[in-house]
């Protein structure tokens, strides 16, 4: 059983950044989507970048295009969303994700993602 650990979610001012981490717990991802959502309350929980491990390509929500980054650490199986100039709408739980996948690219549908971790909470505010 794949297990996701987030962490690195804090109250950071409009314009600051921060980097999350997703800690796996297996090593077999070597064929996977690690997904990056975040859910705000009230609001349907969003994906905002994705990574494949086999090719490290990404892709990223329209919000997340030049302000976030996702990267990996294969030895250490842990995955990064770096996040720069912050906004306070993108104050949410911050979730990674994964499932093996044998596409082409990633995708940021969240329905399609087997393993979840519990979220780090990110505020943006003054």
């Known amino acids: 059983q794949l297990q996701l650990v987030e962490s690195g979610g804090t109250l950071v001012q409009p314009g600051g950044s921060l980097r999350l981490s997703c800690a796996a717990s297996?090593?077999?991802?070597?064929?996977?989507?690690i997904g990056w959502f975040r859910q705000a309350p009230g609001k349907e929980r969003e994906g905002v970048a994705c990574?494949?491990?086999?090719?490290?390509?990404?892709n990223y929500a329209d919000s997340a295009k030049g302000r976030f980054t996702v990267s990996a650490d294969n030895a250490k199986k842990t995955f990064y969303l770096e996040m720069n100039n912050l906004k306070p709408e993108d104050t949410a739980v911050y979730l990674c994700?994964?499932?093996?996948?044998?596409?082409?690219?990633?995708?940021?549908?969240?329905?399609?993602?087997?393993?979840w971790g519990q979220g780090t909470q990110v505020t943006v505010s003054s």
């Open positions: 297996t090593f077999n991802l070597d064929n996977h989507n």
């Open positions: 990574f494949k491990t086999r090719s490290g390509s990404t």
């Open positions: 994700a994964a499932v093996e996948w044998f596409g082409s690219a990633c995708v940021l549908r969240d329905t399609l993602y087997q393993y």
